[in-house]
């Protein structure tokens, strides 16, 4: 799930948003009964990273987000470490799910 912004953290059912990303198992015949209860959505935005965690009904879990390092080049340019963006994503979901 993508949400526009943090109002729109109250229940799945009551965001605004008109763009939504499901993840998916890679293994789809391997869900467990663990798995099955919660949705893991990341939220990934030009300055921070999130995580946030919901029940089957809808409701959130947790969050966690990461604020993230802006490079500024040149004037006008603005740029981000791939490799920070991709360790901070991982850091939120392991702590949402934690």
Known sequence: LKFCSSTCFDTIQHCHCSVFFFLLPLHPGRITSQMARFILSIDQGTTSS???LFDKDGAP???????LK????????A??????????????CQTAMT
Do not use: T
């Not at 802006?70 to 340019?77: D, F, L, R, T």
């Not at 740029?79 to 939120?92: F, G, M, Q, R, T």
């Open 79 to 92: 740029e981000h470490d791939p490799k920070e963006i991709l360790n901070a994503v991982v850091e939120c």
């Open 50 to 52: 999130r995580a946030l």
């Open 70 to 77: 802006q490079y500024y080049p040149q004037p006008g340019w």
């Open 61 to 67: 879990v947790a969050k966690e987000q990461l604020e």
